[in-house]
């Protein structure tokens, strides 16, 4: 009987330890990908003097940085790891944004007080949108049709309408504003007032602050759970007191905190919202955080003065821009088979085709819908050449962007050109010493200012629009 028992008992034990094994095993696979595994320093990209701004396009294809020493912005292709264009921009570029529909991107131009409106397309400067003070960060609407920009000496954030390319509101918040985030749903945008101890919190649809939140001194940074995290909080850096501040998004209550290194600087979430990203400017490093649990799960070491950071859409890839080393760490976070989100760029159109006011009206086009393959820019510069007629003055491009039409002075005619082909596919006589040239909203009807005819000429686009 005894003998029975000890076999029994034994063999109880043995199914409990393999019972636990199991979980424990399940557990382990399911959470893997972010408890587990650990993110780690891939390599370097090096970039422009005095990387400071950093942001993925929405698909995940590429990140622009801007280069706060040399006035320019860096576009690093995902696909390469490398920088394929390099944007002239405003003074002490800092903040950048790409708006969801992937159309275009704002830099904030901190020195020179204003906005720079980047056509994603031809991946060079549409225009600029004048703030005044010093912009230094910027987010978006989901819609893209609105963007606010914190204008840190002016302590207010300026509210941007997209389609007109210019602030309509000027919202007053807290001393020196300077992180800025925007909740999932597009309702709530977060600031914080790196001058106090503040966070303020601004209703979109009434373009008011709605509440003032305290906080740790020295707020720098804000970020919001993903909409795919299993919590609903959003995360504020206390650059003096060392801490990431944690609260209830749905109610603005406290949910926590923890100590940091020295001086956070950013925050960056992973898409599941399992896994924080805080950028430690003053100890080089970025130190990575359980987003729901808050425990420490690695610290990277970097050059000197690490600044910002942002994880790509897929979860897969951190930038963390490094200003002594002019580059941009590249930090794998994980392995991963998924495919950049399918979200089609703007149609092509040719570098300097475009003038601002059209640029202005192209952005606010929707994105076309169809899923493409993961959309690589080509770098800036001369793509093509294309022969009109005598004395080109002016041109105009359709809303499609698949054609341009150019008029020649000295041949008095129009020329249809295929931009997707690099070709004249008409040739079409209008009057005298034609000088401009415009087309209809619908891309129905092409217009021509003919100046020693006294005329203007109408013509039908029929199925070159």
Known sequence: ???????????????????????????LNSSRSYAFIAPRLSRNIPVGSFPFGVAFSPNGSYALITNADNDTVSVVSMATKGVVASIKVGTHPTGVAIAPSLTFA????TASGNVSLLNMATLTKALNINTGGNPVNVVFTPDSRLAFVTNIHNN??????????AVIKRIGVGKKPQGIAISPNGKIVLVANAGGSSVSIINVSSLSVIRNIRTGKNPTSVAF???SSPVRYFYVASGKENKVYVYNAKNFAPAGKFKTLSDPSSLGLTPDGMMLFVVAYQNM??????????DHIKTINLPTGPINVAVSPDGSVALVTVTSASSAAFIRIKKTTAAYAQVAPASPV??????????????????????SSNYIP????????????????AEAITPSGRYLYVVNTQSSTLSVIDVA?????????????????????????????????????????????
Do not use: W
């Open 1 to 27: 009987m005894l003998k029975v028992f000890g076999n029994t008992k034994a063999l109880f034990l043995f199914i409990s330890l393999f019972i636990v094994i199991f979980i424990f095993g399940v557990f």
């Open 106 to 109: 704002y830099v904030c131009n």
């Open 350 to 371: 040719v570098p300097g085709a475009m003038s601002a006011a059209q640029a202005a009206t192209a952005i606010t086009s929707p994105a076309v819908s169809a899923p």
């Open 421 to 465: 082909k690099d070709e004249v596919v008409k040739t079409i006589k209008v009057g005298d010493y034609p000088t401009a040239v415009s087309i209809s909203p619908d891309g129905h009807y092409c217009f021509v200012v003919n100046s020693s005819s006294n005329t203007v000429t109408i013509i039908s686009t029929g199925n070159y629009y």
């Open 285 to 294: 490093a970025v130190s990575i955080y359980n987003a729901v649990h808050f």
């Open 225 to 227: 759970s993903p909409l």
């Open 378 to 393: 080509q770098p800036f510069g001369k793509v093509a050449t294309v022969y009109t007629g005598k004395g080109p003055s």
């Open 156 to 165: 207010e954030v300026d509210v941007i309408n997209t389609r007109q390319n």
